[in-house]
DNA sequence: GACTTTCTGTAGCGCTGGCTACAGAAACAC
DNA sequence: GTGTTTCTGTAGCCAGCGCTACAGAAAGTC
């Protein structure tokens, strides 16, 4: 009892239009990305485009959430995967390093840079993308409660203030990677930027 | 021999006019500010606007030139006035704290936010945001080779490495008070970011 | 006063933005 | 085949963009 999709098949791959509508907003942000540019890269005209993913602002957000299941995962990964937490952030940081200069896709993080010039009409996709990194911040700094309750961080340890800096150098990264800052560079920052975690509390 | 100035004058103030296209080019960058919101805030119509500062772009640049000179003037001076230079640096960074959440104007940097999400239209006003970032960052290299020539920096010190992890704080402390940190927070961030200075060369 | 110069608002230009009405095309069901 | 469903491109709607032609208003010059 097979029911077979009736009417005219899609004449294009949704996944790869979605692949290059995300190269696209990556590149030049929400606003700075139109349908022309959109319907011209996908090779496909407006109604086709608006078929299959509604409007801009759907197609934006299913944009997003593609992101963070894939580029975007990497950092939530090497947090859970790491026992150690100072392995954990890290590898994070080395891997946003990598992550962010790979040069087959635009440079810097998505979630951090295609929403920062907002007008009035696109404040909500801005607040979405904000809520985004603040959640960001907010697992970071469960993780290094986390550590700190398990003994691997020191009890008077300001969790707060070392998750607002893991996301301070991980958002800086992003913006260097996009003024040209290399691979190279931006590991040696990473490099760098963990000599500050405290010593364990010995006591 | 005074020559009076001939025709009608004009009727706003101009620098004040300035300011306030300041603060909009700010909260929304260069491509989120139109001309109607521009004119309505000064409270002139379109005419006024372009005989008094020319087209869009040539009052941004403006608007670049005078932030230079006054909100963003805080980091080349805190390094200049510092004879040490790890001095100079941490107060750099604290200053930043206190700036870029400071609430009578809006949050973060506008060389750094003001047009990161540019169409092929404002690539140009890109660029330009882009070249003053890495003058900052050689500034930052320059000041920290300088330190190391004298001795304050040990001999294999990486000024380049050094430059771009500070580069990479400040920005992503305009990133992070823009999405809502406070400054109290940030300065802790800041007096963190610190904790990585390498020891002076003491062999 | 008449004349010149400069600033002023109204009104609207050309263009591009997101989006869609419409009719044709290509698949299935029967 | 006929009918139904879904996708397709053309062509164009309307709103907003940066920008300006124009005529009137307000100052100085003589």
Redesign the pocket.
Known sequence: M???????????DRDTALAQATSLFWQHG??G???????SAM??????????F??????FLEVVERYGGTFGAFMNKALAEESDPRTGFARMLDEAALAYTDPSHPAGCLVITAATNY???TADIERDLRERRRANVRSFETRLEDARSRGSLGRDTDTRALAVYFAVVVQGMSQQARDGATARELRRVAELAMTIWPPSDAS
């Open positions: 097979t029911t077979t999709k009736r009417g005219r098949p899609r004449g294009f929400f606003e990305t139109s349908i022309a540019d959109l319907t090779g496909i005209s407006p109604p086709s485009l608006y078929a299959a509604g409007d801009k602002r759907t197609l007008s009035a009409q």
